[in-house]
């Protein structure tokens, strides 16, 4: 009698259980996240690709057409300012300056024997005033001759000694026609493209027709990324913001960049978002290496920033900041936040969740909405 006892109270249980589950809701499958603290960041980042850019760059050639005569560096090769690069020939202006230098030395001989006339001629009038004051057999004919003659070896002495200042402003004029046929560096930099040879012949851009630089010199000491950021993000821009640099031949990202341009207008194009140009300048030594100007880049502005507050995946927010809340039960359900500064990444909860708090990552499964009960998918 007691083992059919025993047996009639394992069949009601198995009967409960199997009633039970045959009425509790079906479960879904979800991927959870716990709420809990860290770091968000507010960015801002371009709309298009950027391009790495030497802080300086020069697109060299003579200012006067002719053929090159001599080539005083090799591509690769560092510069210092002022450094002779390129010479077109100019052997009849250096002629010329020779013949001004001549020219200066005869003008001061002259100049030399005109002026000790005219100071001979000073003495003489002198002289003769003076013997006519005590013998009146000077007359003042002569006397006044001898003046005259004395003033007019001075004004050729003058004469003679302006005549040196014109040879010596000729000479400045052959010099500068001269420079006019050199290259010089602007510059510290490094030669990046040579594009001439020797007895080629050259000859300045037309106005309106871009040609190719004789020598192209990049400064490379420090390098900017230049991008196209949207004109609503532009505005919360200021000089000095910290920005990252994320480049396709690099797997990490350099994060020494400062904004140091903001362009002055908004860049207006078909068919494209309108757009401010942002530069970004990459100080650090470390981050510098391996940089090649023209490189494709990304930058990120970093607008604002907190520490150690709770936050989000940008993933698990739904429409006007609500997200799935799983109550005790594996139960669902819409829960709005408060929500502070955000990302890509993470959105900064201000109220309405606490940490610790489990929601749903995974939203956009068949299923996953308010009052469905789920369970963690391992």
Known sequence: MMKKGW???????????????????????????????????????????????????????????????????????????????????????????????????????????????????KRDAKRLLRLQKIDRIISDELVDRANTQSKAQLSACLAARAAIEVARANLAIAEQSIERTIVRAPFDGTIAEINVELGEYVTPSPPGIPTLPSIDLLDISCLTVSAPIDEVDAAKINLGMKACVSLDAFEQPRCSGVVSRIAPYVLEKEKQARTVEVEVKLSDIEDLNDLLPGYSADIEVLIAYQQSVLRLPTEAVLEQNKVLLIGNDGRLKEHIFKAGLSNWNYIEVLSGLSEGDLIVLSVGRDGVESGAYVFEEQ
Do not use: H, M
């Open 7 to 121: 047996l009639f109270c394992f069949v009601l249980l198995i009967i409960g259980a199997f009633y039970f589950f045959s009425k509790s809701p079906e479960r879904i499958a979800v991927t959870v996240y716990k709420v809990e603290k860290g770091e968000v960041k507010a960015s801002v980042s371009n709309t298009r690709v950027g391009t790495i850019k030497a802080c300086r760059r020069a697109y060299l050639a003579p200012s006067t057409g002719g053929n090159v005569a001599s080539l005083f560096v090799k591509e690769g090769e560092k510069v210092k300012k002022q450094q002779l690069l390129l010479e077109v020939w100019n052997g009849d202006l250096k002629a010329q300056l020779n013949l001004q230098q001549a020219q200066i030395k005869v003008n001061k001989a002259k100049a030399k024997q005109v002026c000790e006339l005219a100071a001979g001629a």
